[in-house]
């Protein structure tokens, strides 16, 4: 059974950092795209980072770049989003996928999802 579960999510001060966690399960890890996605109150939900079997990254949304980061450690079957000086429009439900192979591409690609853990940052 392939399962994805995040966690790390908590109440942070703008400028403040936060690391969150998927530890996935169920299938060949390190063969597989791995994507974090964000759903805030009222919007649509967007991609945020996506991490490709090789390790490359792919930004998907403009307003991460130079404060958010992926990182994967196949041998514990778990990919990091790192998140640093984090505003207040960061607070969303934060949502890891697993995705396909080699170059990360659209939502499309990604076939089973975490729970989604919960980020928030007050203004």
């Known amino acids: 059974q392939v399962q994805l579960v995040e966690s790390g999510g908590g109440l942070v001060q703008p400028g403040g950092s936060l690391r969150l966690s998927c530890a996935a399960s169920?299938?060949?890890?390190?063969?597989?795209?791995i994507g974090w996605f964000r759903q805030a109150p009222g919007l649509e939900r967007e991609g945020v980072l996506c991490i490709s079997s090789s390790g490359d990254s792919t930004y998907y949304a403009d307003s991460v770049k130079g404060r958010f980061t992926i990182s994967r450690d196949n041998a514990q079957n778990t990919v990091y989003l790192q998140m640093n000086s984090l505003k207040p429009e960061d607070t969303a439900v934060y949502y890891c996928?697993?995705?396909?192979?080699?170059?990360?591409?659209?939502?499309?690609?990604?076939?089973?999802w975490g729970q989604g853990t919960q980020v928030t940052v007050p203004s």
């Open positions: 996928a697993r995705g396909g192979y080699y170059y990360c591409g659209g939502v499309g690609e990604f076939d089973y």
């Open positions: 169920g299938f060949t890890f390190n063969y597989y795209n």
